[in-house]
């Protein structure tokens, strides 16, 4: 069998397969810029606790509606936002700073969701809740996650501008738009929020962040600037996917854990050998 088989040989046999690839390449292609603009403006735990957060509501929606990835991803993207709104209030109108009150409300949505969770389910519903199932993606779950997508990259687009001018000038993006800054920073959380949702649907809760934060923390030591960051980090992600998905499938191993390993491990070997500040091309220099 050539290695060509052997890498077409799952997606082309399997429909769950081909519906996850095309799941991983969409929330690769709208998840990992997001993981970028986290980076730069320095929350990159705000988007592990966001994806420890959106737990209640999916739980909620799997307790009405069982595993419908549709009810649990409305359900987690109500408590999701809920929970980056309240902790944005509770850092302007008290001094606990926002990293701390995100800290604060996620331990608690994740322990509520976890009772929730345990209350009505088995161990085995708690795991698939926790951290996915490639067998759940359908065809309802996978056109939910393309529309996010789309959507996600349509509004990143808009609000392009101001979130690089607030990555690197926020004072100057104060003074110039006033109070329409909080209004680009919810919109920028929302979005974080809806893409943690639909890595959800593959990843579960626990590993979601990981196809936003590892592409895009690896695609730093490649890139000279914003855009070729952008590009590298969606390009890592949509390499962890193919390899993690066809890793999981021979292996017989969860394909959630499987994605975000591989991204680990390009992000390992991105720290070593990156072009742009790797341990190797410092030592050479």
Not at 34 to 62: C, E, K, N, T
Request: glycine letters at 10%; a positive charge; charged letters at 10%.
């Amino acid at each position: 069998m050539t290695l060509f088989h052997l890498l077409a040989d799952p997606f082309v046999d399997f429909g769950f397969m081909r519906r996850a690839l095309v799941a991983c390449l969409a929330l690769s292609l709208s998840a990992a810029p997001l993981g970028v603009f986290l980076l730069l403006r320095r929350m990159s735990l705000v988007g592990d606790a966001l994806s420890h957060a959106v737990l209640p509501g999916a739980a909620i929606g799997y307790l009405i509606s069982g595993v419908s990835l549709v009810a649990m991803g409305i359900g987690g993207f109500i408590a999701g936002l809920a929970v980056a709104m309240l902790s944005g209030l509770v850092s302007r109108k008290t001094p606990l700073k926002e990293d701390a009150s995100f800290a604060g409300f996620y331990l608690g949505s994740l322990a509520l969701g976890v009772t929730l969770v345990s209350l009505r389910g088995s161990s085995m519903d708690l795991l698939h809740v926790l951290f996915g199932s490639i067998l759940a993606i359908d065809t309802a779950a996978m056109t939910m996650v393309g529309i996010i997508a789309s959507l996600s990259l349509l509004v990143l687009a808009l609000i392009y501008r101001a979130l690089v001018i607030e990555s690197f000038d926020p004072i100057f993006l104060h003074v110039s738009m006033g109070r329409w800054l909080m209004v680009v920073h919810g919109i920028f959380l929302a979005l974080v929020v809806v893409n943690l949702v639909a890595g959800f649907q593959i990843l579960g809760t626990l590993m979601s962040v990981g196809l936003m934060m590892l592409p895009a923390a690896s695609a730093r030591f490649w890139a000279k600037d914003l855009p070729h960051t952008l590009a590298f980090s969606v390009l890592i992600g949509m390499i962890s996917s193919i390899v993690g998905l066809i890793w999981s499938y021979y292996a017989s191993l969860p394909a959630g854990p499987a994605i975000v390993l591989s991204a680990s491990i390009i992000f390992f070997i991105s720290i070593l050998f990156g072009s742009r500040g790797g341990i190797w091309a410092v030592a050479r220099d």
